[in-house]
């Protein structure tokens, strides 16, 4: 049995929240055409987002990874490690615009908050797996070994579940499959 990476688990879902994100400009369209913003699709996503992406992914970065990558030596103040924590909380300030939005309501005003900040964490997200998948991943690649590499893939299904419980994770990834399957 081969021994998963860690940054190959990043990766893999980078791109089940590259869907979501897709999902997300889909509603945001459909705000900007006049329509309705879809309650059901928008809650969903938001506890996709915030279980997923905030709970599970980011954390897996910052708690088990990042600090390895700094024992490493890939410098944290000033360096790739602290561009990525400033995204991260940039990231949580805009999920925290699009719940905000998404709590008040289905009023034109609450939808065009929602859409633009769901908008503006695309792009940020989008970026942000840019430069860790063609930098920072590829850095972490270079310094961990195999054997680490695979300790740390070990740890993140171990923080998946004291995040979330057991299971939730896939269920998540599942739903959101689902979703993007089903359009808003």
Same mark, same amino acid.
């Given at each position: 049995?081969?021994?998963?990476?860690?940054?190959?688990?990043?990766?893999?879902?980078?791109?089940?929240?590259?869907? %979501?994100?897709?999902?997300?400009? &889909?509603?945001?369209? &459909?705000?900007?055409?006049?329509?309705?913003?879809?309650?059901?699709?928008?809650? +969903?996503?938001? !506890?996709?987002?915030?279980?997923?992406?905030?709970?599970?992914?980011?954390?897996?970065?910052?708690?088990?990874?990042?600090?390895?990558?700094?024992?490493? =030596?890939?410098? %944290? $103040? =000033?360096?790739?490690?602290?561009?990525?924590?400033?995204?991260?909380?940039?990231?949580?300030?805009?999920?925290?615009?699009?719940?905000?939005?998404?709590?008040?309501?289905?009023?034109?005003?609450?939808? +065009?908050?929602?859409?633009?900040?769901?908008? /503006?964490?695309?792009?940020?997200?989008?970026?942000?797996?840019? +430069?860790?998948?063609?930098?920072?991943?590829?850095?972490? $690649?270079?310094?961990?070994?195999?054997?680490?590499?695979?300790?740390?893939?070990?740890?993140? +299904?171990?923080? !998946?579940?004291?995040?979330?419980?057991?299971?939730?994770?896939?269920?998540?990834? %599942?739903?959101?499959?689902?979703?993007?399957?089903? /359009?808003?």
């Amino acid at each position: 049995m081969t021994m998963q990476n860690a940054t190959d688990v990043l990766r893999q879902e980078h791109q089940t929240i590259k869907g %979501a994100l897709g999902f997300a400009e &889909k509603i945001a369209a &459909k705000i900007n055409r006049g329509e309705e913003m879809p309650p059901d699709g928008v809650q +969903k996503l938001m !506890e996709f987002i915030r279980l997923f992406v905030e709970q599970c992914h980011h954390s897996k970065e910052e708690k088990i990874l990042f600090p390895l990558l700094e024992r490493k =030596g890939i410098p %944290a $103040d =000033g360096g790739p490690l602290g561009v990525m924590l400033m995204e991260h909380d940039r990231a949580r300030n805009l999920i925290e615009e699009m719940s905000s939005a998404a709590t008040g309501g289905t009023d034109r005003d609450s939808a +065009k908050r929602w859409m633009q900040a769901a908008w /503006n964490y695309s792009d940020l997200m989008h970026d942000h797996f840019y +430069k860790e998948e063609e930098m920072l991943f590829r850095m972490a $690649d270079r310094v961990l070994s195999q054997e680490e590499q695979a300790a740390v893939a070990g740890e993140f +299904k171990r923080l !998946e579940s004291e995040k979330i419980g057991e299971g939730k994770h896939d269920q998540l990834r %599942a739903m959101m499959e689902e979703m993007i399957a089903g /359009n808003p």
